[in-house]
């Protein structure tokens, strides 16, 4: 996923190293991770940071695969949700993989549209007709429209701050309502209310992580093999996963049970919940 270390004077931060060249040339996005580039593949920039990030499609296929049975009670919402994570993962495979601005694009846009998917279904979940009509995913679309072009059409500093400014209005939001959901639960529903604040913790641990490595490379990169363990990857890439998953699963069980009716229930299948 998208956030990072400028590769340019014009950008946020500099490594202060040249990237060596591979396959896809010289870097054209407006973001440069810490990990060097080319390290392990001519083909690949990022190798960890482009392959942890099916850790994202895992994110949103597994919600659809371990539970096809309740697709005929999947609703529009849910599906556009996981199916967006899908292309964010896939995204962010491309954009670490090659650093190229238009596969950056593949990772951040879809990011923007993703956030408003959520925030829709946050804010809707409680009735099962829509509560807001038309006008919220009417606002919302145009919101994730105007993202969109603000996030595509720019370069350099506007570039980086637009993108992380307009997606950062709807994730807060986000997770002040999963926060103030599960915080709301009863005793009863402790279970619910365990896996929806592990996956709240675990965003909020990601968040941490990708601030380090953004703000500290230059002593990151200090660490022998930094590279092969970086914080990007194996914290940024895996935690944000992991508090999709569950914050996105657990929200779905409840407007299963507890809105629409449907008879279903939290277990682990293969200690996958």
């Not at 998208?2 to 996005?29: E, Q, R």
């Not at 083909?43 to 296929?61: D, H, K, P, Q």
């Not at 490595?213 to 002593?219: H, I």
Request: hydrophobic share 50%.
């Amino acid at each position: 996923m998208a956030a990072a270390i400028a590769t340019d004077t014009s950008s946020p931060n500099v490594t202060g190293a040249a990237a060596p060249a591979g396959y896809w040339g010289s870097v054209t996005s407006t973001i440069d991770w810490c990990e060097s580039n080319y390290t392990l593949s001519f083909y690949i920039a990022e190798f960890f940071n482009s392959t942890t990030s099916f850790y994202l499609v895992a994110a949103g296929l597994l919600p659809l695969l371990l539970h096809r049975d309740l697709w005929p009670m999947l609703e529009w919402r849910y599906l556009l949700a996981f199916v967006s994570v899908i292309v964010v993962g896939l995204g962010s495979v491309a954009f670490h993989g090659t650093l190229q601005f238009r596969h950056q694009m593949w990772d951040e846009v879809p990011m923007l549209w993703t956030v408003s998917f959520i925030l829709y279904s946050l804010l809707e979940h409680h009735t099962k007709a829509p509560r807001y009509g038309v006008p919220l995913p009417m606002a919302l679309g145009l919101y994730a429209a105007f993202a969109t072009f603000a996030t595509s059409q720019q370069g350099g500093n506007a570039q980086w701050f637009s993108f992380h400014t307009l997606f950062a209005a709807l994730e807060f939001p986000s997770l002040f309502l999963v926060y103030r959901f599960f915080s709301g639960l009863d005793e009863s529903e402790e279970a619910l209310r365990c896996m929806l604040r592990r996956g709240f913790r675990a965003w909020g641990a990601a968040v941490a992580v990708w601030l380090t490595d953004l703000n500290a490379c230059s002593m990151l990169r200090l660490v022998p093999g930094y590279d092969f363990w970086n914080l990007h990857a194996f914290g940024w890439h895996a935690l944000t996963a992991f508090g999709l998953y569950t914050m996105m699963l657990g929200m779905w069980f409840h407007r299963l049970k507890c809105v629409l009716g449907v008879d279903v229930q939290l277990v682990r299948q293969r200690g996958i919940p």
